[in-house]
């Protein structure tokens, strides 16, 4: 079993900044990949950031220059770093990763979710 633990969302105005964390934990043989999905509601959940384990990490254009995402592997944890945010970044957030349970198998997992709003 696995499980994603996410912190850090909040209310904050427009050009303001906020970081995300999202610890794995449980039965973990190996971390392929982790990254941070939105959504708002009545659209799908979009890709925000994402990092591999080689160090390999994309960013949604709408983000570029705004958001970075970061990984502590000791510590099984992602991070995103949200500057200059602005309203249209108003949505829930949630960490995914795709684990190693063993040498064999692996699944995607997803976190609970956590709200971020900016607004004036």
């Known amino acids: 079993q696995v499980q994603l633990a996410e912190s850090g969302g909040g209310l904050l105005q427009p050009g303001g900044s906020l970081e995300l964390s999202c610890t794995a934990s449980?039965?973990?043989?190996?971390?392929?990949?982790m990254a941070w999905y939105r959504q708002t509601p009545g659209k799908e959940r979009e890709l925000v950031a994402s990092?591999?384990?080689?160090?390999?990490?994309n960013y949604a254009d709408s983000v570029k220059g705004r958001f970075t995402i970061s990984r502590s592997n000791a510590e099984n944890t992602v991070y995103l770093q949200m500057n200059s945010l602005k309203p249209e970044d108003t949505a829930v957030y949630y960490c995914?990763?795709?684990?190693?349970?063993?040498?064999?198998?692996?699944?995607?997992?997803w976190g609970q979710g956590t709200q971020v709003t900016v607004s004036s």
């Open positions: 995914n990763a795709y684990i190693y349970t063993s040498v064999r198998d692996f699944d995607a997992y």
């Open positions: 449980g039965n973990i043989f190996r971390i392929i990949s």
């Open positions: 990092m591999n384990s080689g160090g390999g990490i």
